[in-house]
């Protein structure tokens, strides 16, 4: 549709209304590629930057392609700390983050989707209000409550509160269940399924989209998040990725090269879920973008 | 995506185990009512119980229960007595690195939050310019925005280097003489402000998404007015956005006054240093709770904090009937 009316347009102001709008796109495309190299260049120097000598990091100006490629950075700064350790137990933490927030986020959508019960839109209400209060008003009192529960030192106060929903896939979902007919669920119903069966065995299987942008979003936070592990891991050998870079920054101090070495290592799994999966990400943008709009 | 997710399980039709079909039952009709009135809660309740249990125990409670904490001298291990109003006037008298933090905060929600916003409105208005490869542009200037933690802020500290780092290198390319970044406490706060310019992929997939729903007879119709591009994105991209801008305002703002990892692991000493240009107010909050274990210090501050965000999204929505458009005139 787009085309035929530009197609029109052009048809109707002749050809240097045509010329113009090339003119204007050609320049359009030079300012986005030139934008472009604020990405492109910072990963190209993280990378350039791992490879290097230590003699060269320091060189100044800077080189933009390293004299000599030092691939073993990668493997020497891995193995300078136990990264093997921290990557088992980012990746542990990010399984149960994962699992925790697909099924308990999509089982307490339905309910506020499709069930129909008194109260339900007074606690909706109060899931978009949960979304405003800052993180750090409850971190204190939720600190204390495994203080005293004696999960401080553990990963429980990271996997298991995934598993109680989060307001805003709980949002997210909804909105999607929103889009599935009525009609759908109540014949199911008439035919005598429960909801529990009918959210099993008919919802889940046609989420799957939706269910993999909650999978790609909250792996991406977990794999993330500082915060979290900063408070409640102690023991350096239950240090996630993020707190073991952050401890092997003040290790290595100004060892740039190895450092961007573990900081390419630790983006990389990122990186390539994204490229991979990029329409869920974005397509979570826009299923909580459409309603807040 | 919806469409396609929907359509699968009804052209496969959905087949119902035999199991299912009950034999039909005979309950008189207002028993049953009654009952089914009943079951309905009951589900009802039951698939919210996850969330509810959640909200109760690590969000509802914690927040009555941090209420509480913030008029005692809580610090984890031993005392917990009421002090009244003693963390406040301490806040507000006598800590002064309390108003450091946030001259802090509000330097960088002020100054951070307007660059970000214009520089996510400029990249999707270049965005849906459907020039060749926008999609690649936009998969591009979104990825930043997955990368975060500290691998990032590794990255920019290299970045920020004042005589090795690529941005000083880039400005000297164009004889510029950069500053020393996160050495100096003048440019430490600029520095974040850059880090966060990196990473505005969220808001601006919200303005793409905005932009492309809006009709395009309206600009047909500016066009054959006589309006210039300059002019359409003006009268007619801008209004039509609004209600876009200002969500978008609000949900930044409130993200940029808890700004803390990136402080916390940039600064030299995690305290905010150089000169406490770095100490912002959640960095502090987190200081005085987790190393010094003035809990009911930080609590208040936690509460003083939620009152400000709560009032600046007040003042937001009240201010926003003077410059946000909703089409068809209903007021949401």
């Known amino acids: 549709m787009r ?9 109707k102001h002749g050809l240097g209304r045509k010329r113009s709008e090339q ?40 080189t933009w392609i390293p004299t000599r490629f030092v691939w073993h950075n990668f493997a020497d700064a891995w193995n300078a700390a136990p990264f093997n350790r921290y990557l088992l137990n980012s990746a542990f933490v990010a399984l149960f983050a994962v699992g925790g927030a697909v099924v ?18 007074f606690w909706f209400t109060i899931i978009l209000g949960t979304m405003m209060i800052p993180g750090f008003v409850t971190m204190i009192p939720q600190y204390i409550l ?12 990271l996997i298991v509160p995934p598993f109680f929903g989060s307001a805003f896939f709980i949002f997210m979902l909804r909105q999607f269940y929103m889009t599935i007919p009525n009609e759908l669920i109540e014949s199911a119903h008439i035919d005598g399924a429960n909801h529990y069966y009918i959210w099993w065995k008919l919802i889940i299987p046609m989420s799957g989209p939706a269910l993999a942008t909650v999978a790609v979003l909250s792996f991406n936070w977990s794999w993330n998040d500082f915060l979290g592990p900063l408070l409640y891991l ?20 100004t060892q740039w090269n190895y450092l961007m070495a573990v900081s390419c290592l630790v983006l990389l799994p ?9 329409s869920y990400f974005l397509e979570g943008m826009n299923l909580s973008g459409a309603v807040k709009g | 995506m919806p469409e396609e997710a929907i359509s699968f399980p009804l052209s496969s039709g959905i087949s119902i185990p035999d199991t299912f079909y009950r034999s039909g039952s005979d309950d008189v009709a207002t028993q049953q009512r009654s009952r089914s009135r009943w079951k309905k809660t009951l589900t009802g309740y039951s698939f919210i119980a996850p969330w509810l249990i959640g909200f109760i125990v690590f969000t509802g409670g914690p927040l009555l229960f941090s209420l509480y904490v913030s008029f005692t001298n809580y610090d984890v291990t031993s005392r917990m007595d009421w002090v009244g109003l003693d963390n406040f006037k301490r806040m507000f008298n006598s800590d002064p690195l309390f108003w450091k933090s946030v001259y802090n905060t509000l330097w960088y929600v002020f100054i ?3 660059f970000s916003t214009v520089g996510a409105i400029l990249l999707s208005t270049l965005l849906s310019q459907k020039v060749w490869g926008a999609g690649f542009f936009r998969m591009l200037f979104y990825m930043p925005t997955v990368l975060s933690g500290v691998a990032v802020y590794t990255l920019w500290m290299q970045m920020l280097g004042p005589s090795t780092g690529l941005v000083n290198t880039i400005l000297r390319f164009f004889g510029i003489d950069g500053p020393a970044w996160l050495s100096d406490p003048a440019w430490t706060k600029p520095a974040l402000v850059l880090m966060r310019l990196w990473s505005l992929g969220t808001s601006m997939m919200l303005y793409l998404s905005a932009m492309h729903s809006v009709p395009e007879q309206l600009y047909e119709a500016a066009e054959i007015d006589g309006a210039g591009r300059v002019r ?5 991209t801008l209004p039509m956005i609004s209600p876009i801008i200002f969500f978008d305002i609000i949900v930044s703002m409130i993200g940029a006054f808890q700004v803390f990892q990136e402080a916390y692991v940039m600064s030299k000493d995690n305290q905010g240093g150089p000169a406490s240009s770095l100490l912002f107010y959640n960095l502090h909050l987190f200081n005085q709770a987790f190393t010094n274990f003035n809990m009911g210090y930080a609590a208040a501050m936690a509460w003083f904090l939620f009152l400000i965000v709560m009032a600046i999204t007040l003042v937001n929505m009240a201010v926003s009937k003077y410059w946000v458009h909703y089409e068809g005139g209903d007021k949401r």
């Not at chain 1, 085309?3 to 048809?11: E, M, P, Q």
């Not at chain 1, 495994?146 to 106060?157: A, D, H, I, R, S």
């Not at chain 1, 102690?234 to 101090?253: A, E, M, P, R, Y």
């Not at chain 1, 990122?270 to 990029?278: C, E, T």
């Open chain 1, 3 to 11: 085309h035929s009316l530009a197609w029109n347009r052009c048809s």
């Open chain 1, 234 to 253: 102690t023991d350096n050998n239950s240090f996630t990725l993020q707190l073991g870079l952050k401890l092997f920054i003040g290790q290595v101090h």
């Open chain 2, 232 to 236: 359409r994105f003006f009268i007619i």
């Open chain 2, 112 to 114: 951070g939050v307007p």
């Open chain 1, 23 to 62: 003119i204007i796109k050609g320049i359009v495309f030079l300012c986005l590629a030139a934008f472009s190299l604020t990405v492109l260049l910072p990963m190209w120097f993280m990378l350039a930057t791992a490879l290097k000598t230590p003699q060269e990091v320091f060189m100044s100006p800077p």
């Open chain 1, 270 to 278: 990122i990186i390539v879920i994204f490229l991979a999966f990029q």
């Open chain 1, 104 to 121: 308990s986020n999509s089982f307490v959508a339905y309910g506020f989707a499709k069930l129909d019960f008194p109260g339900r839109k």
């Open chain 1, 146 to 157: 495994f203080n005293k529960l004696g999960w401080v030192g553990t990963f429980l106060p």
